[in-house]
Antibody, heavy 121, light 110 residues
Framework: QVQLVESGGGVVQPGRSLRLSCAAS????????MHWVRQAPGKGLEWVAG????????YYADSVKGRFTISRDNSKNTLYLQINSLRAEDTAVFYC??????????????WGQGTLVTVSS | QSALTQPPSASGSPGQSVTISCTGT?????????VSWYRQYPGKAPKLMIY???KRPSGVPDRFSGSKSGNTASLTVSGLQADDEADYYC??????????FGGGTKLTVL
């Protein structure tokens, strides 16, 4: 069955960096667009970044452009999110999600359990 | 990108039907047929319930249906059951490789 397992979250000081990982299994990882979606405590969902099945096209929400970098390693079935210059408002659960399609961002049919990032001094 | 507009809450009694709206613009909901609906229980990851406006993923009961008219998409849950109580989010492709979510609707089964 499809599994997405995020890791890399934790408590980080403002201004520092963090890299999140998402290990995928149970499907052909290299055939699907992949995304990161975050949810601040008690708030709604916010799509933050995505990339095509082959990693050739990457795209970001305006709110994170310039600070977040999404990437993938299809040989390791792993998705990454590099977050720089962390701010208090980045505090959220970060979900890894699979797109229904190879491109996107369109629809997310499988989600990980999420990893919590807390930005605090 | 601005968030899509959903009512903060909706409710219905067991067995009834309830419809949740999701209003956007001609740049997102009205301009593309890439509207999705997600259900989220507290503390859990979201689950895809509807995609491409009207399609149901395998395993989603046909009590859940989606539609769209102009800039507004809708999710209808028929035959309400206790475990339908959850938060529901819509999303839409917004062009130029962007996606926007709605603010979410808390569905209460009375």
């Amino acid at each position: 069955q499809v599994q997405l397992v995020e890791s890399g979250g934790g408590v980080v000081q403002p201004g520092r960096s963090l890299r999140l990982s998402c290990a995928a299994s149970g499907f052909t990882f290299s055939s699907h667009g992949m995304h990161w979606v975050r949810q601040a405590p008690g708030k709604g969902l916010e799509w933050v970044a995505g990339l095509w099945f082959d990693g050739t096209n990457k795209y970001y929400a305006d709110s994170v452009k310039g600070r977040f970098t999404i990437s993938r390693d299809n040989s390791k079935n792993t998705l990454y999110l590099q977050i720089n210059s962390l701010r208090a408002e980045d505090t959220a659960v970060f979900y890894c999600a699979r797109d229904v399609y190879s491109y996107g961002p369109y629809h997310f049919d499988h989600w990980g359990q999420g990893t919590l990032v807390t930005v605090s001094s | 990108q601005s968030a899509l507009t959903q009512p903060p809450s909706a409710s219905g009694s067991p067995g009834q039907s309830v419809t949740i709206s999701c209003t956007g613009t001609s740049s997102d909901v009205g301009g593309h047929n890439y509207v999705s609906w997600y259900r989220q229980y507290p503390g859990k990851a979201p689950k895809l319930m509807i995609y491409d406006v009207t399609k149901r993923p395998s395993g989603v009961p046909d009590r859940f249906s989606g539609s769209k008219s102009g800039n507004t998409a809708s999710l209808t849950v028929s035959g309400l059951q206790a475990d339908d109580e959850a938060d529901y989010y819509c999303s839409s492709y917004a062009g130029s490789n962007n996606l926007v979510f709605g603010g979410g609707t808390k569905l209460t089964v009375l």
